[in-house]
């Protein structure tokens, strides 16, 4: 079975520091990965997103993830914390178009000044 | 401007009652799906739909009912069956075939809280 796990429930950095969200995937073929982001009391917004093609993944607001196959990871890298930053974090994955979306626990960040 | 609307945004019921939460979208999507979060539980798939009258169970459809009469629309009821209904509830939906890669787009979200 499909399954993703998040690294940490709770994430903590210092404003201007790296902010780092683990993410790792079991599935028996390569799949589709996401990041989305979540504001206090809002919907989830894509950050980024890894189908085919280029492993290093840019998305909005400075957000990067890398596609790592042979670590089955894809960790969600930003080099300098804002405190805009502070928010919940998913890594959900798929095997293809079509099918359900697998989400892991999330990862709630807080930044502090 | 396309997207996804829920509503109410906020809701209180009593224990005993029914309550229908909207979602609708103008995005042409195929595919509506509806997520309940709990703290510290992420998203769980309630139920989702790929066609208009057709839908499946997701992982805790028990307690939860859904019709998908029109494309656009895909609204969740929230019976007295549901032992703990007070939660989050999100709206999404996406694209099934063809150039779709998967990516769900959400709703704002309707918060629902049982007296």
């Known amino acids: 079975a499909q399954s993703v796990t998040q690294l940490g429930s709770h994430v903590s950095v210092s404003e201007g520091a790296l902010v780092l969200l683990r993410c790792n995937y079991s599935s028996s073929v390569p799949p589709y990965l996401f990041w989305y982001v979540q504001y206090p009391n809002q919907g989830l917004q894509l950050l980024l997103k890894?189908?085919?093609?280029?492993?290093l993944v840019k998305g909005i607001n400075g957000f990067e993830a890398e596609f790592k196959k042979s670590e089955t990871s894809f960790h969600l890298t930003k080099p300098s914390a804002h405190m805009s930053d502070a928010a919940e974090y998913f890594c959900p994955m798929i095997k293809a178009a079509g099918n359900k979306l697998t989400f892991g626990g999330g990862t709630r960040v807080l930044v502090k000044p | 401007d396309g997207g996804i609307t829920q509503s109410p945004k906020y809701l209180f019921r009593k224990e005993g009652q029914n309550v229908t939460l909207s979602c609708e979208q103008n995005?042409?999507?195929?595919?509506m799906y509806w997520y309940r979060q709990d703290p510290g539980q992420g998203l769980r798939l309630i139920y989702y739909s790929q066609i208009v009258n057709d839908f499946q169970k997701g992982d805790i459809a028990e307690g939860y009912s859904v019709s998908r009469e029109k494309k656009e629309s895909f609204p969740l009821t929230v019976t007295s069956a549901q032992k703990n209904p007070t939660a989050f509830y999100l709206c999404a939906s996406s694209i099934v075939t063809g150039v779709g890669t998967g990516e769900l787009f959400f709703g704002e979200g309707s918060r629902l809280t049982v007296l």
């Open positions: 890894y189908t085919t093609g280029a492993t």
């Open positions: 995005l042409n999507h195929d595919a």
